[in-house]
């Protein structure tokens, strides 16, 4: 069962009308058999017709009539309708009385081997993350050009007129709260920095529920759109938004949020090639271990701590791991339809979402944090999607190398590290590899054994320019921007142009792509076509936080435990920076060119 915050958390919609949405527990039988045929095509790859449809899902995931027919009955006693099914037979949607709370009802004790989770839909609620501290540092610089698309394009090999042009191609971006574009700020954006892209192939998604306002979260949309469509010129793009409630901006309502988008998502016709990604937080596995710790102290309760995290901005935004595993589900789905899902891998380096806390409780949290434990993020974390990491043109110290767009150094903000979960099977022996060789070069800052969890989903997967700099346009001007908030996006792009090429070739769409990529580096021949590998022989202390490691917010002296780049792949910088016409060349077609 998801925790009480999640069975009870009120979501919010436009409509007046409010929704319950009940998720129904899928069989062991089924599970399994969702992750075999996952995992069989990770490994052979997308070949015609091994794809799944939504009604391939429907007939492995459906519940029963008796199940459906039990929360029926349930939910009459509540005064709401009979639930509709979900396309894919494993959730209920049904109407919710005016006259009831504006919570979602507990589920009784005798559905909860049916029931995985409820959370209302429509319900306008106040939460404690309207007053949040602190943001992410989106728009706090002044612009580089030497950053933008085109300068970007030329550091990847990306040619500068390649465009997609496929009428079945589609990429999304999804955000919550004011997450969204301006039409204006986009063409600002598309005149200066990417002529060949245009907002025309832009639009809300059918299930908007954005109206405009913008906050916090419409920077990051902002970012998302201009990246993702500079990147895959002439591909139709949708933003997504389907809950714009406050509540959703940055605390734990984001995640149940995230977990309704994406049943919606598996339940249409036509999903996605590409899904990016941006927003996140600390795991629940991280929030959940911090918290504890900061009990066992004994100068504050679990939900002090808690409460705390709430008042942070897109601190903890998953409130149970049966959340998360329930979002992995609708990834793996996803994953199945030939949808390829990047995720930002965060921008606080192994301990943090973006930066130490404040005062009080949060300096507490600091010192736990750096002395005690890994803090992954999610959901970049997740086995079902590709982590993107940051790279970084500039040194952040005189004391370390020189970097460049052909030789990038690792962005130390960068988030890196492990799971609190299971491995990721697409990576047998990597891990392993990388923790014995990161012990060699960075004896003195390598994070100590106890304080992650080695057997964790490694991340991130491949990295892209992050450091703060990156044009973006909003409010009818141009400024500076970053973080992996912009990598993901800008890697989301490079894979449509990749599933343009595809389906012209009469190809499906990659749709998980990890075990592919991972596969093929073991070649080191591919591996020197497909990636710029970022990496350093030996650290000094010096800088060993400033340019190859992940040890931000910790780095007292500018020394502390993270995660180095090293040779290969690594938990910082992952296979390094793409180089696009080594992805095209074993990713896409045998016959792709650049036409």
């Given at each position: 069962?998801?925790?009480?915050?999640?069975?009870?958390?009120?979501?919010?919609?436009?409509?007046?009308?409010?929704?319950?949405?009940?998720?129904?527990?899928?069989?062991?039988?089924?599970?399994?058999?969702?992750?075999?045929?996952?995992?069989?095509?990770?490994?052979?790859?997308?070949?015609?017709?091994?794809?799944?449809?939504?009604?391939?899902?429907?007939?492995?995931?459906?519940?029963?009539?008796?199940?459906?027919?039990?929360?029926?009955?349930?939910?009459?006693?509540?005064?709401?309708?009979?639930?509709?099914?979900?396309?894919?037979?494993?959730?209920?949607?049904?109407?919710?009385?005016?006259?009831?709370?504006?919570?979602?009802?507990?589920?009784?004790?005798?559905?909860?081997g049916v029931v995985d989770y409820a959370v209302l839909l429509s319900a306008r609620v106040s939460s404690a993350a309207e007053t949040e501290t602190g943001t992410r540092p989106l728009v706090a610089t002044a612009s580089n050009n030497n950053f933008g698309p085109a300068a970007q394009k030329t550091a990847y090999g990306v040619p500068a007129d390649l465009k997609g042009s496929h009428p079945d191609n589609l990429q999304m971006v999804f955000g919550t709260g004011t997450f969204g574009y301006r039409k204006d700020d986009l063409?600002?954006?598309?005149?200066?920095?990417?002529?060949?892209?245009?907002?025309?192939?832009?639009?809300?998604?059918?299930?908007?529920?954005?109206?405009?306002?913008?906050?916090?979260?419409?920077?990051?949309?902002?970012?998302?759109?201009?990246?993702?469509?500079?990147?895959?010129?002439?591909?139709?793009?949708?933003?997504?938004?389907?809950?714009?409630?406050?509540?959703?901006?940055?605390?734990?309502?984001?995640?149940?949020?995230?977990?309704?988008?994406?049943?919606?998502?598996?339940?249409?016709?036509?999903?996605?090639?590409?899904?990016?990604?941006?927003?996140?937080?600390?795991?629940?596995?991280?929030?959940?271990?911090?918290?504890?710790?900061?009990?066992?102290?004994?100068?504050?309760?679990?939900?002090?701590?808690?409460?705390?995290?709430?008042?942070?901005?897109?601190?903890?935004?998953?409130?149970?791991?049966?959340?998360?595993?329930?979002?992995?589900?609708?990834?793996?789905?996803?994953?199945?339809?030939?949808?390829?899902?990047?995720?930002?891998?965060?921008?606080?380096?192994?301990?943090?979402?973006?930066?130490?806390?404040?005062?009080?409780?949060?300096?507490?949290?600091?010192?736990?944090?750096?002395?005690?434990?890994?803090?992954?993020?999610?959901?970049?974390?997740?086995?079902?999607?590709?982590?993107?990491?940051?790279?970084?043109?500039?040194?952040?110290?005189?004391?370390?190398?020189?970097?460049?767009?052909?030789?990038?150094?690792?962005?130390?903000?960068?988030?890196?590290?492990?799971?609190?979960?299971?491995?990721?099977?697409?990576?047998?022996?990597?891990?392993?590899?990388?923790?014995?060789?990161?012990?060699?070069?960075?004896?003195?800052?390598?994070?100590?054994?106890?304080?992650?969890?080695?057997?964790?989903?490694?991340?991130?997967?491949?990295?892209?320019?992050?450091?703060?700099?990156?044009?973006?346009?909003?409010?009818?001007?141009?400024?500076?921007?970053?973080?992996?908030?912009?990598?993901?996006?800008?890697?989301?792009?490079?894979?449509?142009?990749?599933?343009?090429?595809?389906?012209?070739?009469?190809?499906?769409?990659?749709?998980?792509?990890?075990?592919?990529?991972?596969?093929?580096?073991?070649?080191?021949?591919?591996?020197?076509?497909?990636?710029?590998?970022?990496?350093?022989?030996?650290?000094?202390?010096?800088?060993?936080?400033?340019?190859?490691?992940?040890?931000?917010?910790?780095?007292?002296?500018?020394?502390?435990?993270?995660?180095?780049?090293?040779?290969?792949?690594?938990?910082?910088?992952?296979?390094?920076?793409?180089?696009?016409?080594?992805?095209?060349?074993?990713?896409?077609?045998?016959?792709?060119?650049?036409?």
């Amino acid at each position: 069962m998801l925790s009480v915050r999640s069975l009870f958390l009120c979501l919010a919609a436009a409509a007046d009308a409010k929704r319950l949405l009940v998720g129904l527990k899928h069989s062991d039988d089924a599970l399994a058999e969702l992750q075999s045929r996952f995992w069989a095509v990770a490994e052979h790859g997308p070949q015609e017709g091994i794809h799944q449809s939504r009604e391939d899902l429907h007939a492995l995931l459906h519940v029963d009539d008796a199940a459906v027919a039990a929360v029926n009955e349930w939910l009459s006693t509540l005064g709401a309708s009979s639930g509709s099914l979900v396309p894919t037979g494993d959730a209920l949607v049904a109407e919710w009385p005016g006259s009831v709370a504006d919570r979602a009802p507990r589920v009784p004790s005798a559905l909860r081997g049916v029931v995985d989770y409820a959370v209302l839909l429509s319900a306008r609620v106040s939460s404690a993350a309207e007053t949040e501290t602190g943001t992410r540092p989106l728009v706090a610089t002044a612009s580089n050009n030497n950053f933008g698309p085109a300068a970007q394009k030329t550091a990847y090999g990306v040619p500068a007129d390649l465009k997609g042009s496929h009428p079945d191609n589609l990429q999304m971006v999804f955000g919550t709260g004011t997450f969204g574009y301006r039409k204006d700020d986009l063409d600002l954006f598309h005149k200066t920095f990417a002529a060949t892209s245009s907002s025309g192939d832009v639009s809300l998604d059918v299930n908007n529920d954005w109206d405009g306002d913008t906050g916090k979260n419409f920077a990051e949309g902002m970012l998302d759109v201009s990246y993702i469509t500079a990147f895959a010129p002439g591909v139709k793009t949708i933003v997504a938004n389907t809950n714009s409630t406050a509540a959703t901006e940055a605390g734990e309502a984001f995640g149940a949020a995230m977990l309704a988008f994406l049943v919606d998502l598996n339940g249409r016709d036509v999903v996605p090639g590409v899904l990016s990604l941006s927003l996140g937080s600390l795991s629940f596995g991280s929030c959940d271990k911090v918290c504890n710790a900061v009990t066992d102290q004994g100068r504050h309760s679990y939900e002090d701590c808690w409460d705390y995290m709430q008042k942070q901005f897109q601190a903890c935004m998953f409130d149970s791991a049966e959340l998360e595993a329930r979002i992995d589900m609708e990834f793996a789905k996803l994953g199945l339809r030939g949808t390829t899902v990047t995720a930002a891998s965060g921008d606080g380096g192994s301990h943090f979402a973006f930066g130490p806390f404040s005062g009080g409780l949060g300096s507490t949290l600091n010192s736990i944090i750096c002395g005690q434990m890994n803090m992954p993020v999610y959901p970049t974390s997740s086995p079902y999607v590709l982590s993107v990491g940051g790279t970084a043109w500039t040194p952040e110290s005189t004391y370390g190398p020189s970097c460049s767009h052909t030789q990038p150094c690792g962005w130390y903000s960068g988030g890196g590290g492990f799971s609190w979960g299971s491995a990721a099977p697409f990576q047998a022996g990597v891990a392993d590899a990388y923790l014995e060789l990161a012990a060699q070069v960075a004896p003195k800052t390598q994070c100590k054994a106890s304080t992650y969890n080695a057997s964790g989903r490694a991340y991130p997967d491949v990295a892209a320019l992050s450091e703060f700099g990156i044009p973006l346009c909003t409010y009818g001007g141009c400024s500076g921007s970053g973080g992996t908030s912009a990598s993901a996006p800008t890697v989301g792009g490079m894979l449509s142009l990749i599933n343009d090429a595809r389906l012209h070739a009469g190809l499906p769409t990659l749709g998980f792509v990890n075990t592919q990529l991972y596969q093929l580096m073991q070649d080191p021949e591919i591996y020197a076509e497909s990636f710029v590998d970022i990496a350093v022989d030996h650290t000094e202390t010096l800088w060993d936080c400033f340019t190859y490691s992940t040890c931000t917010g910790c780095d007292s002296g500018g020394a502390g435990p993270g995660f180095p780049a090293v040779q290969g792949w690594d938990a910082m910088t992952g296979f390094g920076q793409p180089l696009f016409g080594g992805w095209l060349k074993h990713l896409g077609p045998s016959s792709a060119t650049y036409v």
